[in-house]
Structures are given as C-alpha cells and as structure tokens.
C-alpha cells in the first residue's frame, strides 16, 4: 500500500521543510523559537498552508498549538461516518531552545503532515490529526509542555499566570498573539498518539540503526546539594588541614559517574558546579552542585540516586564537610502504550532496537489521557540543541514509512460494533 | 633588658591599635581599606602621631608609605654619631582586603612602634625605621606590593601608569592624596627588615604555639587549565558514550590533592572551575580551572606542578577529551637572611617552630635588597582575611619580647671599622 506513493519523496520534503522553518527564528540565522515568540505566526501560517493542501482543517487552540485534521474516509464494511473517538494524533513541538537545530520537535510536526500526504489519496478508516505543539521545551516560561498539557485539559489558573523575564504572563501572552487562553476541561479522544523525534543521543548511531522504538519515558530524580567546608588560604594552609569543598565535590563527582556505570541504562549527570568563593588562592569553602538521575525503571532510579546522595554524605563526614541537599524534584518514568509498541513493531516488519528516552517529550503529559507512542530516528553524533543536529535522509525515510505502516494498521485493526452491517 | 618596660602592656596596647585602626574603613563596619583611600589619612595621622609620641620622626613617601624614623644612641666604645646604614627597619602593611580581619599586616607595624617604644628609654646603638607599607594586597589596582616596591625604587612607568575600576591611574591616585609620585632610584640600605605578620593559617596552632620563624616565602606555580569534551544531553547520552568535561576535571581535582599530599610541605589548590555550559540537564562541555602549587624549594614545587599537568592530560587523554594549559605564572621562593633567622632563634631563646611561608608578605619583595627576616604570629583557627581574624595577647607578647630582643642583639653586634676610637 505504501508502495502507491513515493515515500523517500515525502521524506525529503519533510527535512526540506524543517530546513525551511528552521529561518523563521527569533535569532537568525541562529534557530531560537520560543513560547508564541513573532516567528511562530510565520510557522504557523506556512505549515497551516501545507496542511490545507493536504486536505486537512486547520485551526490554532488556545495555548497556540497548530493542529490539522484530516478526515477517515467509509471503507467497504465499514460505517458511512466513524465515530468520533476514531481518530490517531501525530505529532511533536514547534517550538524551540535557543541556538538550536533544525529537527528537534518540528521533525515529528512534519512527519506527520508526511503521513496524511502518504495516504490520503486512498480511503483508509481512520482520522488523523496532527498536532505541532507551541511549548515544550519550556524556556520562555521555565516551565515545559505548556502546549500538551493545554491540548489534555491540565491547564490551570497558576499556569496562565507564570510569567516570562520581562514579567509578561502566559495569558497575556497567549492574548497578545490574538489568542484567547480559555481553559479546556474535556480531554480529546484518540485511539493512539504517535510522535517522532529524534532520539538526540548517540545510542541508534552506535547500534548502526535508523530508528528506533520507545519503551518510555525515563523518570528523573533531580538534587542540588552543598557541600559546606571552610574557605581558606591556599598559601598558608596544609593539606592535612584543609576542609576543601571542592576536593569533596570533585570525590563526589566522580562517585556519580562510577555509580551510574554500575546501574545498566542509568544515566547520572553533575551538569552544574558553583564554588565558592571561586578565587584561585583561596580553598573553596562551599559547593553547589546539581544531580541528574535516570532510569527507566522507577524504583532502579530511586535507589540509584539514594546511593549517590549516601556517597556523598560519606565523603563530606570524611573530610569533615556537611553534605546540604537543597532542593530537587522526582518524574516517575511514563511507559508507553505496550500495544501501540507490537504495533509500531509489526508496522516495522523487522526487529526494531527498543529503548528508553532519556529525554522528555510531549508524549509523556498525553500517555496517561491517549495510548501513546514514541519512534526515534538516528541522531548523527548523538548531537541535539546544538546547530549541528542533523538526520539522514534514509533514516527519516524509515520513519515515515514505519509510521504510515502503524497508521494503516490502526486503520485495518477498527472493527468496532457499529462496522455490523445495519439493516434499514 | 626587657625587663625595664613591661612588655605585656606595651603588647596590649599593639592589639588596641590594631583595633582602633580597623574603624578606618571604606566600609565600615567591615574593614576594607585599599590603596590610598581616604581612610588611610586617618590611619596615617593616627599612627604618624603615635610615632611621634614615641620620638620619631614621621614621613609619607611619594607612594604613600609611611615611615618613622627612630635615631639610635651612641653608647660607650661606640661612635658618637651612628653610620648611616646601620639602620633596622621593621614593618609591614597598613591596606587591607575587602571585609578583612583587625590584623594581617597592620600588627606587624603596631609591633615595629612598640619596639620603638619598649627600647626608647635605652641607648641602643642602632636607628629603627618603621614602615607601613600602603599597598601589600594588591586589591585597587590587581597588583600586589606596590608600597615596598616603591620603597626599594623598583616602581617604574608601567606601576604608575595602572588604573584601578575607576580608570584612576597610581600616579593619579598618589597625587590626589596630595603626594608626589616622583620615582625613587636608590633603595634604601638598613642592615636589616624584620616584619611580623599573622601567620594566616593553622600550623602554629596545631603545633600549639605561639610564634614561629619563617625560612622563607614559598613559590608558586599558577595555571589555568581547560578540560575540552563534549557538550551533551544528560538524558539521552549513556555513561559510556559521554566525553564529559567535570567528570575529567573532578578526576583530576583529586589527583591534585593527592599529588600534593604525597611531597611533604606542598600545598596545591584548584580554588576556581567554571562549568560550562552548565545547566543541570547537559553534560559538561568544557571546564576551566585554576591551579595553584606552592613549595619553598622550587625545584619541588616545579616538579610537582609537572606531575599535576601530566595527570591532566593522561586523565583528558583517557576520556577522549583534550587538556589545554591557558595561561599561567611562575614566582621563585625568597628564602629569608639565615643569619637573620639564626638572631631571631637566639632572641628567642628557646626553640622556635621554623616554618615557610605560604602567603606572599612585602618580605618578599624587600629581602633581595635588604637582609630579610619574618616573625609569624599564630592565627587562632588559621583564619584570615576574614572578620574573624585574631590574634592571642599572651602570642603578641611574645613576639613583641623576641622583636626586642632581636634589635638588641643586632645593636650588640655592631661592631663596625667605626667603632674604633678616633685619634682627634
């Protein structure tokens, strides 16, 4: 079936076409599209276009998420009208984090624009939306998903009144691009979500695959800590009595990392380190670090980030330091739909590598409304936020064509009571 | 000798001044006093008169330092009138650092006047200069001693032509004080400069005593060292895959205290790390760190300072990553005058801890002019350049006596062609 059109055509298009929007930036040529920022009317405008030529309604939400809605058509044995809930959303963010690349987001935007283009010369029974949220990265109001969660119904009054570094809100952001921010209760129904990323890690790339299919979306737990010691003179003060946090932070550093090694899948990440005072010829006094721990498995995570806070506590007791944690936060892992997953790898026809994300994607706010899955598509380098993130063509062709396999499937798998024939 | 003046009041009173003297602040109530700030008229007429009192004679030099001049007595066997060069010269700073402590460097002069004033009342057969230095720290214009510099003519166009934040040239700064910052040519020639300082850290306190001789100002190594990886997303990169720039540095900050633990007296410090980009969600992509190794023998400290630069580049060269040296600086030891040490011990009488100095003091500077000696003080806690910054009276006193005792001792040993008794 998928052989009636030219899908590495249409996969081509895809990346020209997030080449293409890569211009409309806040920051040009730097890619930078933040929260309803002027260059999201353009992306809304040229990718709305492209929609209405694919045959399918366009409108924009209150949250400022762009959405196209393509019509199933009546197949033989199959009701004149399907019914509402019948319907699969495709989708991914258009936004962006500043000095991005070119794919990450508007590729699954894109791809599933491709889907309806691939079939909707033919009649399959399903309806398909795509989605390309306006908030997931979260950087204009350090809160991410803005638009996902918006599109399920869990926007709040707190959340329209976040405010940006130059004191604007949410809603009055959302008003000021001509949008009116009303809060949706009801929840959409979709027999399944479907988005596709690139993975933005080097895992595909060092397995030799094109694509890959997610499990779910890794829980965090996040920490800051302090190791407190005592500022002192780097001249005049042995090390025997020294009280370095830095040298306590450094031990500690690394007993992250050789934690993590030892946790198969886990990820554990010091991304942030201030000293104190900071001066060349001073011992630094106090440290504060960050923690970053991941694990698909929620209890593996928890455990894994305990230990390390423990490593931590024993080499500040050590070396007569305190060990402060001072904040941190804990995301329980989302799996994926375990069905959408056997039908993506079906969809596939042969073995697909599975792994977690370690990233979080706007599949995890819609997994516990719709049955979601995610597909991953090699990211060379593993490179990501970065103007260096690229695809392979060949790569982003695989996608497509998995995808369009998985949404002629869904369609094939309808058979629901009113496909008996009725009898006026 | 001593016992004609009661040296315990005379210590006291050294610690009062140092106490008085700490009001004269830009900031009070902290103490913070740079190069010629309007506080240090105060400090000068304050001092200047105390110096008086005591019978000498006061002047300010065209850099601010402030210098009192005690004329020693002829006693029998001994010329009427003293050459001119058998002079001492005690001293130490009158500048402090931002938020400083009552001590560091003023004690060392409040000490030079009351030794001025414990001998007055005796003919000693030697003159005593004591000089407050007016820029030891180095805070105005990010270069240390440019009081004693001035004071041995090693002040140059280059010194003069330095601004401070405000664009404020030296000379302008001189000559808004209302001095003349004519450059001198001769140092001065005394036979020789005793300065009494805190000890700024905590060897003499876990020694458990009170004073101690220092063998000299210890070198130092400084670099800037630049860990280059990779930047990467903290979820999706695996451990394995990660070339990651704090983990590297983390595992050298170790190696450089373990380096530095294993050759004894060496102290070596990475007192700075800038992470970048630092965010707790990405994996380090560059870090750039200080490093600061000490020795009072140079060889040593060169080697040891090899060693950590060679442990860099192994640990970077292992984790993929590449070790930069960004910038750096050498300063040799300055040994103290052995004779001079060796007056010290014998003024003591008892023995006295020898130690090397880790911080610079304007010995440094003075000691390949003039015959050089410091006296430590012990710094209860090892604390300095802190509002807690003391001093233990029974521990000045001591050093008081020892000081006396030692200007005695040289006014014994003058025993110059001179001395014979003249024919006319």
């Not at 570094?165 to 009801?186: M, Y």
Request: aromatic share 4%.
């Amino acid at each position: 079936m998928v052989e009636h059109v030219d899908i590495g055509n249409l996969a081509r298009r895809a990346i020209e076409r997030c080449e293409r929007l890569a211009r409309y930036s806040e920051d040009p040529p730097r890619v930078r599209r933040t929260f309803l920022s002027p260059p999201t009317r353009a992306v809304h405008h040229t990718v709305g276009q492209w929609m209405a030529e694919a045959g399918m309604t366009v409108r924009v939400d209150g949250m400022g998420n762009l959405i196209g809605a393509f019509e199933g058509a009546p197949t033989a044995g199959k009701p004149e009208s399907l019914p509402v809930p019948f319907r699969v959303l495709i989708g991914s963010h258009l936004d962006s984090v500043p000095n991005a690349g070119k794919f990450d987001g508007i590729l699954g935007v894109m791809l599933g624009l491709a889907v309806v283009e691939a079939v909707r010369e033919r009649r399959l029974a399903i309806g398909i939306d795509v989605a390309g949220f306006s908030e997931e990265e979260g950087v204009r109001f350090a809160t991410p998903y803005l638009g996902s969660k918006a599109f399920v119904g869990q926007v709040d009054e707190a959340m329209l009144g976040l405010r940006d570094a130059d004191g604007v809100s949410v809603a009055e952001a959302v008003r000021a691009f001509g949008l009116d921010p009303t809060l949706r209760s009801a929840p959409p129904e979709y027999v399944a979500y479907l988005e596709a990323h690139i993975e933005q890690g080097p895992v595909l790339e060092s397995l030799d695959r094109p694509i890959g299919i997610v499990t779910g979306i890794s829980g965090q737990s996040r920490r800051r800590v302090r190791f407190v010691g005592r500022a002192a003179h780097a001249g005049t003060t042995p090390m025997n009595l020294r009280r370095d946090a830095l040298a306590a932070a450094a031990e500690w550093v690394g007993r992250v990392e050789s934690s993590a090694i030892g946790v198969s899948g886990a990820v554990a990440t010091v991304g942030s380190l201030q000293v104190s005072p900071g001066a060349s010829n001073v011992v630094a006094g106090e440290v504060t670090a960050s923690l970053d721990v991941r694990h698909v498995e929620d209890a593996t995570r928890v455990r894994l980030c305990e230990e390390i806070l423990g490593s931590g506590a024993s080499i500040a007791r050590a070396r007569g330091l305190v060990l402060e944690v001072v904040g941190g936060s804990e995301h329980a892992t989302v799996p994926m739909d375990s069905r959408l997953q056997q039908t993506l790898m079906r969809a596939a026809g042969a073995d697909v590598p599975t792994l977690a994300s370690g990233g979080g994607h706007d599949a995890a706010i819609l997994a516990p409304v719709i049955p979601s899955c995610m597909l991953f598509v090699r990211s060379p380098g593993g490179v990501s936020h970065h103007p260096d993130e690229a695809v392979l063509p060949g790569d982003v062709e695989r996608a497509l064509e998995v995808m369009v396999r998985f949404v002629e499937r869904l369609a094939a798998d309808y058979n629901p009571p009113a496909a008996q024939p009725r009898k006026d």
